[in-house]
């Protein structure tokens, strides 16, 4: 039986090699064929640690979110269940086709979009931005092309929620996903926003893997 997790790794080095370092994205979900079992790391639930935060606030009327490499669904249907405003975008024309067949009727706004070349009203239009395991599953330069890109979206006075796999400063491995480091993760510093809230922790898998959830907020 074939390695789900080794073939996404050979499928992507495939398309780097390629010198499109991204492509594979659509491959790997236009090859499901619509069945939802076949994107094994999907949770099919909402982060907890995203609904513990957000439950905890209020969100005034019209207030905007927008969710980065959607996925399936989850994260945006909560954030709208919350009260938010939501846009959700894919890279994959075939991972937003299976959220709206999902979620038929949803009034999430399900796009399919690049995080590189969005539409330009994106930019600082969000009071929440979630951007969840996109830039850990990106190599080289489009690392830090796609956090920048990712704080570029938040508006004045809103924030980035980031949650992700996590390493130790000076671990170089290069073992897909490749997580971050705490360097890597302080690049939303870097790019104009104030630390609010940040935790190291380990998941629930068996071994545990470690993982940061961090929030940044852009000044008025």
Not at 13 to 18: D, I, R
Not at 39 to 45: M, V
Not at 100 to 119: C, I, M, N, Q, W
Not at 211 to 216: G, K, N, Q, S
Request: hydrophobic share 40%; proline share 8%; glycine share 8%.
């Amino acid at each position: 039986m074939e390695n789900p997790k080794l073939a996404t790794l050979l499928l992507a080095k495939s398309y780097a090699e390629k010198g499109d370092p991204d492509g594979w994205f659509e491959e790997f979900y236009a090859r499901a064929g619509g069945e939802i079992r076949k994107i094994y790391w999907a949770d099919l639930e909402p982060n907890p640690l995203l609904i513990d935060w957000i439950g905890r606030r209020p969100v005034p009327a019209g207030r905007r979110a927008v969710v980065v490499g959607c996925g399936l669904g989850d994260d945006a249907e909560a954030l709208r269940e919350h009260g938010f405003d939501v846009v959700a975008f894919d890279i994959s024309p075939s991972a937003i086709d299976m959220c709206r067949k999902r979620y038929p009727g949803s009034p999430v706004e399900y796009v399919t979009a690049d995080l590189f070349d969005h539409p330009a009203a994106w930019r600082r239009g969000f009071d929440l931005v979630y951007e969840c395991n996109t830039i850990q599953i990106l190599t080289g330069p489009n690392r830090v092309r796609a956090l920048n890109a990712i704080a570029e979206l938040v508006a004045p006075g809103g924030e980035v929620v980031v949650s992700c796999r996590s390493r130790e400063r000076g671990d170089d491995s290069q073992t897909f996903p490749i997580a971050l480091d705490r360097d890597e993760i302080d690049g939303f510093v870097r790019a104009g926003l104030r630390e609010t809230h940040f935790l190291a922790y380990d998941d629930t898998q068996d071994p545990p893997v470690p993982h940061f959830f961090a929030v940044y907020a852009r000044p008025d």
